[in-house]
């Protein structure tokens, strides 16, 4: 049986058309489920009677629960949810430390992965369901109640990639961005992927002001084939052209991601490589410690790097903090704007590609 959060609002529109309702109603519901939070149809009172009575047969509201909530040493925290079918998935809330009270929310888009990062703990799980609009919004709404503050900042990095599950996600997105819902800003909404160029075409032609990141890891092919296997089919160069179109149409510049691995990505002709990449496209650099996921990264042939250079090995370690201050020094010279992220979380496992969808007893440390 369907569940009223696989639906965004336009989805609803369409579903309670299809049951002769006026396209208003979509828009009470939505205000009822977002902005009150409603936990159940009897609360709508300026809905008809018959109808609420119809949905809880038909259409039924089963918030998610929280099976399991963490705090971290610096304020953020990550939730195990379970929706009604069982499914678990890993959201996290990150406070600001500031004095403008920002809240971000790192929202999973699937149940599992189906790429496989050898890096990211959530790959290895495989992947087990995509996640409804609304199950995508739940997450939102459940940490601002839980911080008791609207989210201000989403971020669609969490479990899962967002273009493999690209309907629901936009749809997600919408309700995110609507006056109905959660009335967030556009250019607050970031969708991370990993490289997936008919979902890049596509958010290309969307009219909202939605931001694109994409988790790179490796700006040569054969170390990026060896640390994200799944995207074999997605090469550099078509992505490559994929993301300066995407900045042609839309006029907005995508970030890249970087999780520097030491002697495995972080050598300078992997970072002069990275350099190329993202002045090629007029990207934003973001560099990012490795989180400890217990991976191991398989060996590659040496012979495939530059002289000189470290085969991959396991266990991954994490690249030294004076190590990310030389790469952000490096691509700074070679005229790239770069930053260099912090992870919030780590301590909980709730950092980039730490989420797993099990209890932390069963987490991957």
Same mark, same amino acid.
């Given at each position: 049986?369907?569940?009223?959060?696989?639906?965004?609002?336009?989805?609803?529109?369409?579903?309670?058309?299809?049951?002769?309702?006026?396209?208003?109603?979509?828009?009470?519901?939505?205000?009822?489920?977002?902005?009150?939070?409603?936990?159940?149809?009897?609360?709508? @009172?300026?809905?008809?009677?018959?109808?609420?009575?119809?949905?809880?047969?038909?259409?039924?509201?089963q918030r998610a629960l929280v099976a399991e909530r963490l705090?971290?040493?610096?304020?953020?925290?990550?939730?195990?949810?379970?929706?009604?079918?069982?499914?678990?998935?890993?959201?996290?809330?990150?406070?600001?430390?500031?004095?403008?009270?920002?809240?971000?929310?790192?929202?999973?888009?699937?149940?599992?992965?189906?790429?496989?990062?050898?890096?990211?703990?959530?790959?290895?799980?495989?992947?087990?369901?995509?996640?409804?609009?609304?199950?995508?919004?739940?997450?939102?709404?459940?940490? /601002?109640?839980?911080?008791? *503050?609207?989210?201000?900042?989403?971020?669609?990095?969490?479990?899962?990639?967002?273009?493999?599950?690209?309907?629901?996600?936009?749809?997600?997105? $919408?309700?995110?961005?609507?006056? *109905?819902?959660?009335? %967030?800003?556009?250019?607050? %909404? @970031?969708?991370?992927?990993?490289? %997936?160029?008919?979902?890049?075409?596509?958010?290309?032609?969307?009219?909202?002001?939605? $931001?694109?990141?994409?988790?790179?890891?490796?700006?040569?092919?054969?170390? $990026?084939?060896?640390?994200?296997?799944?995207?074999?089919?997605?090469?550099?160069?078509k992505l490559r052209m994929a993301l300066a179109q995407y900045?042609?149409?839309?006029?907005?510049?995508?970030?890249?991601?970087?999780?520097?691995?030491?002697?495995?990505?972080?050598?300078?002709?992997?970072?002069?490589?990275?350099?190329?990449?993202?002045?090629?496209?007029?990207?934003?650099?973001?560099?990012?410690?490795?989180?400890?996921?217990?991976?191991?990264?398989?060996? @590659?042939?040496?012979?495939?790097?530059?002289?000189?250079?470290?085969?991959?090995?396991?266990? /991954?370690?994490?690249?030294?903090?004076?190590?990310?201050?030389? #790469?952000?020094?490096?691509?700074? /010279?070679?005229? %790239?704007?770069?930053t260099v992220r912090h992870p919030r979380g780590a301590d909980?496992?709730? #950092?980039?590609?730490?989420?797993?969808?099990?209890?932390?007893?069963?987490?991957?440390?």
């Amino acid at each position: 049986m369907l569940s009223i959060l696989s639906y965004d609002e336009a989805g609803l529109r369409a579903f309670l058309e299809s049951w002769g309702q006026p396209a208003y109603r979509a828009r009470q519901l939505c205000e009822w489920l977002w902005q009150r939070g409603a936990s159940g149809y009897e609360e709508m @009172t300026n809905l008809p009677a018959a109808l609420r009575e119809r949905l809880t047969a038909e259409l039924p509201l089963q918030r998610a629960l929280v099976a399991e909530r963490l705090e971290a040493s610096d304020g953020a925290r990550k939730y195990l949810l379970q929706f009604a079918d069982g499914v678990k998935i890993e959201t996290v809330g990150i406070p600001d430390t500031g004095s403008d009270h920002r809240l971000t929310v790192c929202v999973s888009s699937q149940a599992g992965c189906a790429l496989g990062c050898v890096f990211c703990a959530t790959g290895r799980a495989g992947l087990i369901r995509n996640l409804g609009a609304g199950e995508i919004a739940e997450q939102v709404r459940i940490v /601002a109640a839980d911080f008791d *503050r609207p989210a201000t900042n989403v971020v669609v990095m969490g479990q899962g990639e967002p273009f493999a599950n690209y309907g629901a996600v936009l749809g997600a997105l $919408r309700l995110l961005n609507s006056p *109905r819902a959660f009335n %967030i800003g556009a250019r607050h %909404i @970031t969708v991370s992927t990993s490289g %997936i160029i008919s979902g890049i075409k596509r958010l290309a032609e969307e009219p909202e002001q939605f $931001r694109l990141a994409l988790s790179l890891h490796a700006a040569t092919q054969d170390l $990026r084939d060896q640390l994200m296997p799944g995207l074999r089919k997605q090469p550099l160069d078509k992505l490559r052209m994929a993301l300066a179109q995407y900045r042609e149409r839309s006029g907005r510049r995508v970030s890249l991601e970087y999780v520097l691995l030491r002697d495995i990505n972080d050598h300078d002709s992997d970072l002069q490589a990275l350099a190329d990449f993202a002045r090629a496209i007029g990207a934003h650099v973001n560099l990012l410690p490795y989180n400890d996921t217990g991976a191991s990264l398989p060996d @590659t042939d040496a012979g495939a790097r530059a002289p000189g250079d470290t085969a991959l090995r396991a266990p /991954a370690q994490f690249s030294a903090s004076p190590r990310i201050t030389q #790469a952000a020094e490096f691509l700074r /010279a070679a005229g %790239i704007e770069a930053t260099v992220r912090h992870p919030r979380g780590a301590d909980i496992a709730a #950092a980039c590609g730490q989420l797993v969808s099990s209890s932390s007893s069963s987490d991957c440390n």
